[in-house]
């Protein structure tokens, strides 16, 4: 996670919205994702957004890209306690071979109910 | 949906001895990945596999080895552990061509080096 850059903690009370910020570095990246890793569980894809748009809506989660400063954010709206897990934007940078995915350290978000 | 499936999901070995971890990819998926995630950390792409070919090597020690079989099965072997390789260990598959780079994962290894 090195190219990757997240804030590492998020508390919002449920029923907010989450903002969760990313900042990448390469930006021949074509697709950036977000996964979503609950305790002891491995990585869910949530969502993913294609390079030249600015923001991608899946129910209630919404993804801004602003390619020019190369940041990333997850919008979550009405936070449940469900949402509570560690959310990774990750890219496949160029220098990827076979397409392996470069990840953030990851941002833990807490709901508290 | 069939997923990712890895096995054993934990394994405990001493200092020095070896381990096999084992994925089974999503079936008609063709590429597969390893990574290691840290007590703490993100994950690190280890190695991947296109057609049962080693397609690309990332951090992995020289006491790792990998492969792919012929039902595209992957094995990663591990040997002369150590402390620092305790952590948890992800197969990710995808197919190959598509235009968005969607790999699915697995539940993970969790490996205890004691």
């Known amino acids: 996670g090195e190219d990757v850059e997240q804030s590492l903690f998020l508390s919002v009370r449920e029923g907010d919205s989450s903002v969760i910020n990313c900042t990448y570095t390469d930006s021949s990246s074509t697709y950036l994702y977000w996964y979503k890793q609950e305790p002891g569980a491995g990585l869910q894809l949530l969502t993913y957004i294609f390079s030249n748009m600015d923001m991608k809506q899946d129910q209630r989660l919404t993804v801004l890209l602003n390619k020019k400063d190369k940041h990333l954010s997850l919008r979550i709206a009405d936070t449940q306690t469900g949402d509570s897990a560690i959310y990774f934007c990750?890219?496949?940078?160029?220098?990827?071979?076979?397409?392996?995915?470069?990840f953030g350290k990851g941002t833990k978000l807490s709901v508290i109910p | 949906a069939a997923g990712v499936i890895q096995s054993p999901r934990h394994l405990i070995k001493e200092k020095r001895e070896t381990a096999t971890l084992k994925c089974y990819p999503i079936?008609?998926?063709?590429?597969v990945y390893w990574y290691q995630q840290g007590p703490g950390q993100d994950p690190q792409f280890l190695i991947s596999f296109y057609e049962k070919m080693q397609s690309d090597k990332g951090s992995i020690p020289d006491r790792f080895s990998a492969q792919q079989f012929s039902d595209y099965h992957s094995e990663l072997n591990m040997s002369s552990l150590e402390l620092g390789d305790s952590a948890l260990y992800f197969c990710?598959?995808?197919?190959?061509?598509?235009?968005?780079?969607?790999?699915?994962f697995g539940p993970g290894t969790r490996l205890t080096v004691t």
């Open positions: 990750a890219e496949t940078p160029r220098w990827a071979g076979s397409y392996q995915l470069t």
């Open positions: 990710a598959s995808r197919i190959q061509g598509l235009a968005v780079n969607e790999q699915y």
């Open positions: 079936p008609r998926h063709d590429t």
